[in-house]
Nanobody, 126 residues
Framework: QVQLVESGGGSVQAGGSLTLSCSASGRIFSINTANWYRQAPGKQRELVASITEGFTTTYAESVEGRFTISRNNVRRSIYLQMNSLKPEDTGVYYC????????????????????WGQGTQVTVSA
């Protein structure tokens, strides 16, 4: 029912910029906290940025000042603007969100669940 799809990844040189998009689809009532994670080969997935339903943002120290997370609730999309990219930013970036889904059964309650996108590759060369 609920699906998150990332786009916007690619290959850039150090100092370049990319904008990632996460589009949510399905029977969605609302998107609560949304996050961007990334994972480099052989390393554990790490939280890059987070944005709450109240538009409060937090960032990993390694990206603060360079990355900006934003959201558009009408379009049900989450964005990650990445500037001044560094080689250590290389990895697969994943969209993650707590989503309140609308039940298909009449009278069913709206419940929150956590969803992941399949990821988009970001490669930054020196």
């Amino acid at each position: 029912q609920v699906q998150l799809v990332e786009s916007g990844g690619g290959s850039v040189q150090a100092g370049g910029s990319l904008t990632l998009s996460c589009s949510a689809s399905g029977r969605i009532f609302s998107i609560n906290t949304a996050n961007w994670y990334r994972q480099a080969p052989g390393k554990q997935r790490e939280l890059v940025a987070s944005i709450t339903e109240g538009f409060t943002t937090t960032y990993a120290e390694s990206v603060e000042g360079r990355f900006t997370i934003s959201r558009n609730n009408v379009r049900r999309s989450i964005y990650l603007q990445m500037n001044s990219l560094k080689p250590e930013d290389t990895g697969v970036y994943y969209c993650n969100a707590d989503v309140e889904a609308i039940p298909t059964v009449m009278g069913g309650r709206v419940s929150s669940a956590n969803y992941w996108g399949q990821g988009t590759q970001v490669t930054v060369s020196a």
